[in-house]
T-cell receptor
Framework: NAGVMQNPRHLVRRRGQEARLRCSPM?????VYWYRQLPEEGLKFMVY????????ESGMPKERFSAEFPKEGPSILRIQQVVRGDSAAYFC???????????????FGPGTRLTVL | GQQVMQIPQYQHVQEGEDFTTYCNSS?????IQWYKQRPGGHPVFLIQ?????EVKKQKRLTFQFGEAKKNSSLHITATQTTDVGTYFC????????????FGTGTRLKVLA
């Protein structure tokens, strides 16, 4: 059973370009979380999605950031018109469905390191 | 909003010494998880604590959840160089949300 997959692993963008980060959850997992980690800092929650639904996006910046988890295919985190401050590691995590979802561990992907020049 | 703080931020120990990191939440938690992140790696789940006062052990690691469910600790006995990394706690508020707030992390270095 493959783990959580993220691609690309490293992404370089110039200011003003768009960044698209992909996350394929573990097989059977229907919950996806995105986190941002700045160098030497902790993980900051961004968004929680289930298939075709955004459940909580309270950690997402109001502008330029969006996320989706379509019925088919990976979850996508999109950052439009990137700025230098967007440079960070973006981690995706997934967890299986369940009545008490909050009691399930999150399986993290290897992350995408975004560098904005 | 809910905040989760960890102390210390950094810890250097000699191999064989013990290590403890403390996690404190501004709100009562329904459960707490601990993760380890190796340098350049991704967080890996270690354990989840649910009950007030719960203590769990994994070999040299001892995890404790406070009676008030607002704090937790991770203690490593006789550290080894393989213990190097950053240890994060992650708290789920009593509202039963699915959203975990990660602590600030404690970065452990073990000197051989």
């Amino acid at each position: 059973n493959a783990g959580v997959m993220q691609n690309p692993r490293h992404l370089v963008r110039r200011r003003g370009q768009e960044a698209r980060l992909r996350c394929s959850p573990m097989k059977g997992h229907s919950h996806v979380y995105w986190y941002r980690q700045l160098p030497e800092e902790g993980l900051k929650f961004m968004v929680y999605l289930q298939k075709e639904n955004i459940i909580d996006e309270s950690g997402m910046p109001k502008e330029r950031f969006s996320a989706e988890f379509p019925k088919e295919g990976p979850s996508i985190l999109r950052i439009q018109q990137v700025v230098r401050g967007d440079s960070a590691a973006y981690f995706c995590a997934s967890s299986p469905p369940g009545v008490r979802t909050s009691y399930n561990e999150q399986f993290f992907g290897p992350g995408t390191r975004l560098t904005v020049l | 909003g809910q905040q989760v703080m960890q102390i210390p931020q950094y810890q250097h120990v000699q191999e064989g010494e013990d290590f403890t990191t403390y996690c404190n939440s501004s709100t009562t938690l329904s459960n707490i998880q601990w993760y380890k992140q190796r340098p350049g790696g991704h967080p890996v789940f270690l354990i989840q604590l649910v009950k007030s006062g719960e203590v769990k052990k994994q070999k040299r690691l001892t995890f404790q959840f406070g009676e008030a469910k607002k704090n937790s600790s991770l203690h490593i006995t006789a550290t080894q160089t393989t213990d190097v990394g950053t240890y994060f706690c992650a708290g789920d508020a009593t509202s039963g949300t699915y959203k975990y707030i990660f602590g600030t992390g404690t970065r452990l270095k073990v000197l051989a």
